[in-house]
């Protein structure tokens, strides 16, 4: 009798150790979203319920032999089962999602920073184009520039020559 007492006390350690599990992953599910060390410690406490099964089955194998009754641990047996595999499957699930949810984000930002480069570039480009046009404009006339054309020699007369600049189009087409 002294040994079904041991078992006992034993198998609800067992238990109180499923108990805490169950405690940690509803707070773990209460997350937004886990970070890569609490998916790792996930995953770490999830191989050692996985491997407290083992022991709580040869323990429980031992209680059910003991007694001359078994149903009762039978059904103690299809309680923790229960309890042990819906919390299992919870863990991965969680563990599943997280996995899923830290590669999309990683494949949001990736989108969200070629978007973004995208239009940065379109804005550096508009002001190449902007500067280029204006810079060339500037440059082209400062070249051509002749002193002779900045003082006025009077009225115009029938037979003078005389240049007529466009700033549309360049100085060769200048009439």
């Known amino acids: 009798m002294s040994d079904i007492k041991s078992l006992i006390k034993k198998r609800a350690s067992i238990k109180a150790k499923l108990t805490q599990f ?3 992953l509803n707070i773990a599910k209460s997350c ?19 491997n ?21 641990q039978y059904a103690e047996r299809e309680e923790f089962e229960k309890q042990y595999y819906s919390l299992v499957a919870a863990a991965r699930q969680l563990i599943s999602n997280a996995r899923k949810q ?26 190449k184009q902007h500067f280029w ?3 060339s404009h ?17 009225e115009l007369t029938e037979g003078t020559l005389v240049v007529i600049k466009d700033k549309g189009s360049p100085p060769l087409l200048w009439l």
């Open 22 to 24: 169950s405690s940690y």
């Open 32 to 50: 937004e979203q886990l970070s890569e060390v609490q998916i790792v410690e996930v995953e770490y406490r999830l191989n050692t319920i996985e």
């Open 52 to 72: 407290l099964y083992d022991k709580y089955d040869v323990l429980q194998t031992d209680m059910e032999e003991m007694v001359d009754d078994p149903s009762e």
């Open 102 to 127: 830290a590669s999309g984000n990683s494949i949001a930002e990736v989108q969200n920073a070629n978007v973004n480069n995208l239009q940065r570039f379109r804005r550096i480009e508009c002001l």
């Open 133 to 135: 046009s204006r810079f």
């Open 138 to 154: 500037e440059y082209i006339l400062w070249l051509q520039q002749r002193t002779k054309w900045l003082r006025s020699s009077g």
